[in-house]
């Protein structure tokens, strides 16, 4: 009997063709092989999906999904449903996870079992993968991440990894599409609600930077209101001292600074 795996890894594609062979390249290494890829393909139109479709038939731990341009929420869903593992690794799609990441995201949680999800720092590639020489670093303890998320987004969410547990709410997944941008932190709050939370404070992803980013694709408004809308949920949900009210609106700094 084959033994089942140990952790999900979810992956959401669309056109992302050229970044295929390193995603794949950085799974292949890891340290910790007792994973399957869940991938949904959206309704690509370059050779992303005949890509996954050939690396399916090479390695039986991939599986991809199809589906015609679904949008990104709903495409999580789809493979959310389809995972096995006991945790949940997130993986954008043009980012590269270094080979130790799911050995050492596995080890902590099972090092910490207060803790629901674990993030990590990134090192940030160019479109090319060329180092840019920049890290995104976060607060590591849950209560210095409370402290700031509704600053900022404490987490890299091609970082994090979940207990199936901590993640889903009898079978739901909390990934919703009230807040675009701004998704991630409904699910960060929705695990802190019943859980603590951290980040390893090393670099187990490279990030990539380019102009088709999500956020960078969407009007300054629109990412306002939504930012600030999840920024209230923030507040509302775990319940945080008044004094951090006025950074519900932080968003329009930032705005005004772009």
């Not at 920049?134 to 590591?140: E, G, K, L, R, S």
């Not at 319940?239 to 005004?256: A, C, E, N, T």
Request: aromatic share 10%.
């Amino acid at each position: 009997m084959d033994t089942p795996p140990l952790v999900s890894i979810i992956v959401t594609a669309r056109n992302v063709e050229k970044y295929v062979s390193d995603l794949y390249k950085g799974l292949r290494s890891q340290t910790e092989q007792r994973w399957e890829a869940i991938v949904v393909d959206d309704g690509s139109t370059d050779g992303t999906a005949d890509r996954f479709e050939a690396l399916q038939r090479e390695d039986p731990r991939i599986h991809l999904y199809r589906e015609n341009h679904i949008g990104r929420i709903p495409a999580l869903h789809r493979a959310l449903d389809n995972a096995t593992g006991a945790y949940i690794a997130i993986h954008d799609a043009d980012d590269i996870s270094c080979a130790q990441r799911i050995e050492k995201q596995v080890h902590f949680l099972e090092h910490h079992p207060k803790v629901g999800m674990v993030g990590s720092f990134a090192s940030v590639i160019d479109a090319s993968g060329t180092p840019t020489g920049n890290v995104i670093t976060a607060p590591t303890t849950h209560r210095d991440i409370r402290r700031v998320i509704i600053r900022y987004n404490p987490f890299v969410h091609s970082s994090v990894m979940f207990r199936k547990e901590a993640l889903f709410t009898n079978g739901v997944s909390p990934y919703s599409q009230r807040f675009i941008p701004g998704f991630e932190w409904e699910v960060y709050v929705h695990v802190m609600k019943k859980w603590e939370v951290a980040n390893i404070p090393e670099c187990l992803v490279s990030y990539r930077i380019h102009e088709t980013n999500l956020t960078k694709s969407r009007s300054a408004i629109k990412r306002l209101l939504n930012t600030t809308r999840a920024r209230w949920y923030v507040f509302k949900t775990l319940k945080l001292p008044w004094y951090h009210f006025p950074f519900i609106f932080s968003g329009v700094r930032d705005i005004l600074h772009c």
